[in-house]
Each structure stands twice: as structure tokens, then as C-alpha cells.
């Protein structure tokens, strides 16, 4: 079964950095995943995508801060600088042939 | 500018059905995937439906039991879901979101959402 898992929470200072982890379920460590930033009372926006091998595609007017890596079945998302707007919810995203997963999403605290 | 409008969401009763439309705009409606996702109060995202462009694959998600239909029409520019015999629990903001052009079957642009309450 495809399953996507995140931590719940994370927090880090304001000018800091941070790197959130999403864990792709066993036997799925090849799949490619999405990431996506949902500030409060928002709608989600599309940050990028992110391919097992670590090259990632950003979405339109995504800053340089965000980046993305892999290691195996984590895909991690990695933002440096951070501003007061970059608190927000995050969620990973992944595609099966007839379906779409979303993980559980990780609530960044910026300090 | 790519463009994602929902509208359609309001207050029904339990067991009563509702049609959400998505309007699409700055982009070729027809040379793309759409899908619905929905996000509970409180909750994360969840993953409703999905079509292709030319209507012909349709998924939807195992929870919603056959409940659920959806529909587009290119030459408006319209993607629709049709929502029958709602729960309680069918409560959410109901997003819609295009698939990436080819290759790819990632979320790239998402709209704003409409709100849906089930309550009696």
C-alpha cells in the first residue's frame, strides 16, 4: 500500500533553517513525490517536485531558500532563511495509476 | 495566469447532494488531468477524485463509496463534482487541482477552495 508519512510538527528560528522528511512506504522508494505549503485560512500551493534521484522542479515564484534532496525513501524538504511566512503547513504528495496519496502533513513553527 | 475557482459549496442537510464546479482559466482546460481534494476541519488533505482530459480514466476514492461523481466540460472550462447523499462527515473544504502537462502526475496549481458544510 503507497503510504506517505510525516512528522507531525517542526520548529525552528526565525533566519534558521530546517529540513522536513517524508517517508515513502515499503517497496515504493523509487516513486517520485511533490511538495506542497498550505499557510493558515489558504489554499495549498504547489512548491515542487522532487525525483528519488534528488533533482527537483520548482513551481512558479518559489524562492531559492526551498530545496529538496532524497536519501533512499525519504524526500526531504529543506528551507533556509526562514521568514515569518513560511510558517504554514506542509504536505508530500505522491501518484500510484489510480490514485493520489497525501501524507499526513508537518506544522512548521517558525520561532 | 494560470486560474482555479470553486464555487458550489454551502450548508446541506444529511442525505442531500450538492454540485461543486471549477473554473479554469489561463491554461488549455483540455490538455489536463483535474482532481478534487477535500480537507476536513482541522485535518490534512485528502484526495477525492481525479480525471483525465478527455474524461475517459475517472478514480475516486475508495472512502466515498460510489457517492461521489465527476464531470468536466472543456469547451467551458468547467470541472465539476456531484455530491450525493452526504454525511456528516463529508464536511470540508473541497479544493480543486490540475495535474502537471505530461509525465508527471503531480498538484501544480490548486484553487482556493469552497466550504461545504453537512449539518442538520
Known amino acids: 500500500q503507497l503510504v506517505l508519512t510525516q512528522s507531525p510538527s517542526a520548529s525552528a528560528s526565525l533566519g534558521g533553517s530546517v529540513k522536513l522528511t517524508c517517508t515513502l512506504s515499503?517497496?515504493?522508494?523509487?516513486?517520485?513525490i511533490a511538495w506542497h505549503q498550505q499557510r493558515p485560512e489558504k489554499g495549498p500551493r504547489f512548491l515542487m517536485k522532487?525525483?528519488?534521484?534528488?533533482?527537483?522542479n520548482k513551481g512558479d515564484g518559489i524562492p531559492d531558500r526551498f530545496s529538496g534532496s532524497s536519501a533512499g525513501a525519504e524526500r526531504y524538504l529543506s528551507i533556509s532563511s526562514l521568514q515569518s511566512e513560511d510558517e504554514a503547513d506542509y504536505y508530500c504528495?505522491?501518484?500510484?495509476?489510480?490514485?493520489?496519496?497525501f501524507g499526513g502533513g508537518t506544522k512548521l513553527t517558525v520561532l | 495566469e494560470v486560474q482555479l475557482v470553486e464555487s458550489g459549496g454551502g450548508l446541506v442537510e444529511p442525505g442531500g447532494s450538492l454540485r461543486l464546479s471549477c473554473a479554469a482559466s489561463g491554461f488549455t482546460l483540455s490538455s489536463h488531468v483535474m482532481n478534487w481534494v477535500r480537507q476536513a476541519p482541522g485535518k490534512g488533505l485528502e484526495w477525492v477524485s481525479s480525471?483525465?482530459?478527455?474524461?475517459?480514466?475517472?478514480y475516486y476514492a475508495d472512502s466515498l463509496k460510489g457517492r461521489f461523481t465527476v464531470s468536466r466540460d472543456n469547451a467551458k472550462n468547467l470541472v465539476y463534482l456531484q455530491m450525493n447523499s452526504l454525511r456528516v462527515e463529508d464536511t470540508a473544504v473541497y479544493y480543486c487541482a490540475r495535474v502537471f502537462a505530461s509525465g508527471s502526475f503531480h498538484f501544480d496549481y490548486w484553487g482556493q477552495g469552497t466550504l461545504v458544510t453537512v449539518s442538520s
Open positions: 515499503s517497496g515504493h522508494s523509487n516513486y517520485a
Open positions: 522532487l525525483n528519488n534521484d534528488g533533482s527537483h
Open positions: 480525471i483525465s482530459s478527455g474524461s475517459s480514466y475517472i
Open positions: 504528495q505522491t501518484w500510484g495509476t489510480d490514485i493520489q496519496v
